[in-house]
């Protein structure tokens, strides 16, 4: 599959199919959004909310998560934020997350029935990996999205000026709900 994609790209680039995506490093609307790597939200995300390539910073992980407060997510969204002029960022969930109820035994297993070595689990475990925290999956994608909006808006190394808002996109239909706000924004 990856030789198909390879081939695909050098036609794309020989037909010069890359002029239509032209745009600058920094987000035309000087938003950020962080959600899912869910292929379902590949075309849907950005046609639900009307922007094109150059309007936003995306950042996807697994379940739009914020699994610590130094991690990778974060680190971008400050990059974006300090060097890009991102001022605005959306958390956004969705509908029948497959991070849903997964944790962090289930995937050592199945880790493990793949081949990766039991020591070097319990290495990794001696050297201070929170496995549990990693690893963890969320009950509701409304909690996990309300967690990491609280844990941006609180991070101490977060802007105060910078909006952080949480929503839930359906999946099936692109309808994006808004998470209650605190009245304090």
Known sequence: MIEQMLAYNREFVKSEGYRRFSSSKYPDKKI???????????????AALGIRNGDV??????GGMITGPFDSAVRSLLVGIVELGVGEVMVIGHTDCGVSGINAEMMIRHLIERGVSQDHIDMMRYCGIDFEAWLRGF??????????????????LMPRDVTIRGYVINTETGELLPLAQPACV
């Open 139 to 156: 009950d509701t994608v409304e909690s996990s999205v309300a967690e990491t909006v609280e844990l941006l808006r609180h991070h101490p």
């Open 32 to 46: 950020a959004i962080l959600t899912c790597m869910d292929t379902r939200l590949v075309e849907l995300l950005p």
């Open 57 to 62: 910073k995306m950042i996807k992980n697994a």
